[in-house]
């Protein structure tokens, strides 16, 4: 188990809602360059070290593709570097793509961490508490649809095995395709009934529902909390006032380093690199703990 | 102290011919262990529905049932528990610790006092490993304890099962069966059970109710019931399914106590047989020269990174002959039969059927007139609302002119017994009804081999005997018949050849009786008994023959 996962499911969507929303809405390099490294670092961190090796020939050329897109269709800018098809590519172009592709690899990487660590039930819980007839449903339906795959798995090898899945024109493979599709009808019916059996057997469709979610507010998840707002709300203090303005176009701007500045980007660094530095801490702590049994 | 009593009860389904329940009497002590047995379709599971409001079937009910001194089954959801055959459709939610607070959710029970009741049952039970789960990724036995579960955490007063091991392999079901037992002796909960594993479930029950068309036939004490039973009518169609102790003691018909385990079964048979003590001669094991199926080396695995499940299988399966394959749960004898129906492709080595290689045979060739696979759940082989549309589909793929149709189905239909149910919808159909129909729609390609996985998962005696002698008739016709079973009994009676099938290959393989003998555990309960008399007796009806020719009671 992550140390992460263990974090209280309200406390982890504050918290990567903190970041996404910073990096998608504050375009500043040091800030997306702090999104981009937090985000690997912790993706890494979760996945071990193969998964990330092979990620990385997916990342790599989406990064390209991104950075080079930009400088193609966007001519503004007031250094032209060579000219293609009478169209001039500028070195801000150039640079304001490569901002846009480690903003979009940065959210990505987050994304992954955040599908990751945010599992269903804990979005149930989140989302699904203040209406507990949309939770069970919502649940449910992850259940179902799981079930349902491997079922007509099943059901188009039994065919298969019966010389009805030869597969030869289309024609023919549509109609397998319709074939299994009328068999799991017939099955998600028969199966829906014996749910709803088993439902009412325990007493569902009766008095008014609680919701009941294994989670529980600790003294460590505010101290996250806590921490999060503050180093979110000095980020967003130092964006409202101008400090992390940064712009490409017409010429590359410079990248400030006021100490209103610096103690932004240490901010929003210590954001980014917290979830990581909780992983590192647990690890370090279990090897104290091994060394001292 | 009586928990309930069930007064002339008469139940009708509407448009029905005749009652599926008719005057049931019984009552029920609070704490006792019941067992509910039968035939199929004798009206178990409508009994059983009947007593729970939630669950009663809609139809004409007569006479009446008395709760703890109410005079009707109680509206509260929380004091009855119901469990059903399926494991799979019972479950509601997508996580296991969810499934365990539905009900008391439904309850509108508060959050901290779910939290503790859910903690406990997780712990009795042993869930506690795989409380924070998907329900979707538990195996078949953890799903049936977890339905268990689920229902234990209402805290009933009376707990009702409907054939809940049908679906599970034999380790699973002991184990669902013993937890049955640690609630019913810790907890003193009482339990009705409608089962037909009675080997296991005699021994530990207090009281059995043996029902058949509808009518509570005998209500007495597990011992008493064999000997009833044969005294009503010794050629009844229940007594093939009592436990081996109780048939080989009505077989022998020397009368004394009644035996119900292993051990007093062997006890019986020394007392009464131990000087005369003979070996059964047994036919010489012949077979067709020709090898039908050949595996030859075969490796497989499903990922590369995933560990082999076949490691080196070879096995040669004789023209004409059933073959059964053993072996424990997850050991890869499904792998290895889906290997030889084509549906996966090894890695290494050669699967060569009907002496040509698989890889030889195009398109659908290889499964039109050479082989037809029986999957384990049989509603996979249905895709139609009439069980004669699935067979006229067949028939259609095989191009056989359509006059002819209707006379195929109606002749395999006829050898299989199952002529009265071509107009029926496939899901309407019992368990051994829907079998024997999956297995008339794939035979008729015409197959000259036939796989099966797990035939007689979810049949009771009664069908299984029936499985076996339809296995023989079409051995008789030349085909050739390959079976994966769980089931030593029904292999024992079945099969010419066992294999067992362990770490990825076959260990030993032999005819039953030697194959049986060999083993000390991994045997039938018959031989368990008998092995110290006569060491290659595997069948209740090899025991009792063994029994007879040794000159009855000393």
Request: with cysteine.
């Amino acid at each position: 188990m992550k140390a992460f996962s263990n974090v209280h499911p309200a406390v982890c969507m504050t918290y990567f809602l903190s970041v996404l929303l910073v990096s998608m809405f504050v375009p500043h390099p040091v800030l997306q360059a702090e999104v981009l490294f937090g985000g690997a670092l912790f993706c890494a961190l979760l996945g071990g070290r193969r998964a990330s090796f092979r990620d990385l020939g997916f990342y790599v050329p989406l990064f390209l593709m991104v950075a080079v897109t930009n400088p193609l269709f966007s001519h503004n800018g007031v250094t032209p570097l060579f000219f293609l098809n009478g169209n001039p590519v500028t070195l801000e172009a150039i640079l304001c793509g490569i901002s846009i592709a480690v903003t979009v690899i940065g959210v990505l990487l987050w994304c992954k961490c955040y599908s990751f660590i945010m599992t269903s039930d804990k979005f149930l819980y989140l989302f699904g508490k203040p209406i507990p007839k949309l939770s069970l449903v919502l649940s449910m339906a992850l259940r179902f649809i799981p079930v349902y795959i491997r079922q007509s798995r099943r059901v188009s090898r039994a065919q298969k095995a019966m010389g009805l899945y030869s597969g030869k024109s289309i024609v023919d493979r549509v109609k397998n395709r319709m074939r299994v599709l009328t068999a799991m009808i017939s099955w998600s019916l028969e199966n829906a009934m014996e749910t709803s059996a088993s439902m009412k057997a325990r007493g569902y469709g009766g008095k008014k529902r609680t919701s009941f979610f294994p989670f529980r507010f600790r003294t460590s998840d505010g101290v996250l909390l806590a921490g999060t707002i503050v180093l979110l709300a000095v980020t967003l203090a130092g964006a409202a006032a101008g400090v992390t303005d940064f712009n490409f176009y017409p010429r590359v701007g410079v990248i400030g380093n006021s100490s209103a500045a610096v103690a932004v980007y240490a901010a929003f660094g210590a954001l980014c690199l917290l979830p990581s530095a909780l992983e590192v801490k647990e690890a370090v702590t279990w090897n104290y703990f091994v060394s001292r049994i | 102290m009586e928990l309930f009593r069930v007064e002339d009860l008469s139940f009708r389904y509407p448009m029905a011919e005749k009652d599926a329940v008719s005057h049931a009497d019984f009552s029920l002590e609070s704490g006792e262990f019941a067992v509910l047995c039968g035939p199929s379709g004798c009206g178990k599971s409508t009994l059983l529905r009947l007593l729970k409001k939630e669950t009663a079937p809609v139809g004409d009910k007569t006479g009446r049932i008395i709760y703890g001194g109410e005079a009707d089954v109680p509206a509260d959801a929380g004091r009855i528990g119901f469990v059903g055959q399926n494991p799979e459709s019972q479950i509601v939610t997508d996580k296991v610790w969810h499934e365990l607070a539905f009900g008391l959710e439904n309850l509108g029970v508060p959050a901290c006092v779910i939290r503790r009741r859910v903690g406990e049952m997780a712990n009795f039970f042993g869930i506690q490993d795989w409380f924070r789960q998907r329900t979707d990724e538990l195996s078949g036995g953890q799903k049936q304890l977890l339905n268990l579960a689920s229902v234990m955490v209402m805290q009933p007063e009376l707990l009702i099962l409907d054939e809940p091991t049908g679906q599970l392999d034999p380790i699973a079901a002991s184990d669902f069966i013993a937890a049955l037992r640690k609630i019913n002796l810790e907890l003193g909960l009482t339990v009705l059970l409608a089962e037909h594993r009675l080997e296991e479930v005699f021994p530990i029950a207090d009281r059995v109710l043996l029902m058949e068309g509808g009518r509570i036939l005998l209500n007495d004490c597990p011992r008493n019931i064999g000997p009833r039973l044969s005294k009503l009518d010794p050629s009844h169609p229940m007594l093939p399914a009592m436990p081996s102790a109780v048939r080989i003691w009505q077989g022998t018909d020397v009368g004394g106590e009644c035996p119900m385990t292993v051990r007093e079964g062997r006890d019986f048979l020394k007392r009464n047989f131990k000087s005369r003590a003979k070996s059964l001669s047994l036919p010489e094991y012949k077979h067709d020269d020709a090898v039908f199926v050949e595996m030859k080396n075969v490796w497989f695995r499903y990922g590369r990174d995933l560990p082999d499940i076949l490691r080196g299988v070879s096995a040669k399966v004789y023209r004409g002959e059933l073959f059964c394959i053993l072996g424990g749960n997850g050991a890869g004898k499904t792998t290895a039969l889906n290997v030889i129906a084509g549906l996966e492709r090894p890695y290494r080595g050669r699967v060569n059927i009907g002496g040509k290689p698989i890889k030889e045979y195009k398109g659908g060739e290889l499964y039109r007139r050479n082989l037809a696979f029986l999957p384990q759940d049989p509603e996979t082989v249905f895709a139609h609302d009439n069980v004669r549309a699935d067979m006229l589909e067949i028939l259609e793929t095989l191009e056989i002119p359509k006059r002819e149709r209707d006379e195929r189905i109606e002749k395999t239909a006829g050898e299989l017994g199952v002529s009265h149910l071509l107009d029926r919808h496939p899901y309407d159909l019992s368990g051994g009804e829907m079998q024997k129909c999956a297995l008339a729609k794939v035979i008729l390609s015409e197959p000259k081999l036939l796989l099966l996985d797990e035939p007689t998962k979810g049949l009771d005696a009664w069908a299984k005997h029936g499985l076996s002698e339809i296995l023989n008739g079409l051995k008789d016709r030349g085909l050739t018949i390959i079976c994966v079973t769980h089931d030593i009994e029904f292999a024992a009676e079945a099969a010419d050849r066992c294999a067992l099938f362990f770490d990825g290959e076959f260990i030993s393989e032999d005819t039953p009786e030697r194959f049986f003998a060999e083993n000390s555990f991994y045997t039938t309960a018959a031989n368990r008994m008998a092995r110290e008399l006569w060491s290659n007796a595997v069948t209740c009806g090899q025991v009792i023959e063994c029994c007879l020719s040794a000159g009855g009671k000393t």
